[in-house]
C-alpha cells in the first residue's frame, strides 16, 4: 500500500516515540538524567488520533495520560525551560501524547490507511529518554545507556 508512514523512515530520530517536550532550540540534554531516572513507565494504548494540517493529516495512537506519566511530562517541561519556547501543544495542560503511525498522509488515504492497522497492544513500556536536536540531526540517548 503507498501510504506514507514511520516505517519508511528508519533512522534511529524516527523510532517509535512519545514526545514529551518539542522546544525551539535543544539545550544540553543532561540536566534530564533526573526524569531518565523515573523510568520505565508502563502506558495504556488508547484510540486512534488524527490530526489534520491542511489537505494532510497525521494519524496516531493515543497514549493515555495518567498521573506518573503526567508527572514524569511536567518534570521535562520543567527541566527544558531554557531551551526556548516549547511548542504550545507541547506544554502541561495541553500536551496529547501519542504514537505517530503516518505523517503527511492525505485525507483521502485515511480510511486505507486505518483499515491496513494492526490491532494495538494493551500497554507499551516508555524505558527511554532521547533527546532529538533538530539543528545538528543528532539524537542523544540518556537511559538505559548512551545508546539509542
Known amino acids: 500500500m503507498d501510504i506514507p ?9 524516527n523510532r517509535p516515540h512519545v514526545s514529551v517536550a518539542v ?10 538524567r533526573s526524569a531518565a531516572l523515573r523510568l520505565p513507565i508502563t502506558v495504556r494504548i488508547g484510540g486512534l488520533l488524527l490530526f489534520p494540517h491542511g489537505d494532510r493529516a497525521v494519524l496516531a495512537r493515543a497514549v493515555v495520560a495518567d498521573a506518573e506519566l503526567l508527572d514524569f511530562h511536567a518534570e521535562v517541561h520543567r527541566l527544558t525551560i ?3 519556547d516549547a511548542l504550545p501543544t507541547s506544554s502541561p495542560g495541553a500536551w496529547s501524547p501519542h504514537l ?6 492525505r485525507r483521502e488515504d485515511v480510511p486505507r490507511a486505518v483499515e491496513a492497522l ?7 513500556v516508555l524505558d ?3 533527546v ?12 538505559p545507556s548512551e545508546s539509542v
Open 23 to 32: 522546544r525551539s532550540e535543544a539545550g544540553e540534554p543532561w540536566p534530564l
Open 118 to 124: 494492526a490491532p494495538p497492544p494493551e500497554r507499551l
Open 82 to 84: 531554557a531551551w526556548g
Open 5 to 13: 508512514h514511520a516505517g519508511r523512515h528508519p533512522r534511529p530520530s
Open 132 to 143: 532529538w536536536d533538530g539543528h545538528r540531526h543528532e539524537v542523544i540517548g540518556l537511559y
Open 128 to 130: 527511554r529518554l532521547r
Open 100 to 105: 505517530t503511525l503516518a505523517r503527511r498522509l
